[in-house]
């Protein structure tokens, strides 16, 4: 089931940040991970939430996006990421390709 990989984040140096991007990008690749949504326009519409940039990864699972984060290859990135950007990460496990009804979304409370 594929999984999300989402970020909310703040560029803190631009000389950083393009370096972490060329060391992050490579190893998504590696791990069957692939770009949806880069750094484009975002419109709040509900809430308190006011985020600058979101970049959301595919992952074709939940261990894909786990292994990505933890391998080796993107352990070099992870050091540079803590001057290049301030981020919130969270990964999010999608539904299943056949649940075209809804019916393993959570219920409200």
Known sequence: MTAYVISDVEFLDPAQVDRYRTLAQGTIARYGGRYLARGGAVVPVEG?????????????SMEHAR?????????????VRQTALDRRLIFVEGVPPDSTDGASVPEAP
Do not use: D, T
Not at 48 to 60: D, L, M, Q, S, Y
Not at 67 to 79: C, G, K, T
């Open 48 to 60: 308190g939430w006011a985020p600058k940039n979101i970049i959301i990864v595919a992952f074709p």
């Open 67 to 79: 292994q990505w984060y933890r391998s080796p290859e993107y352990a070099e990135a992870l050091v």
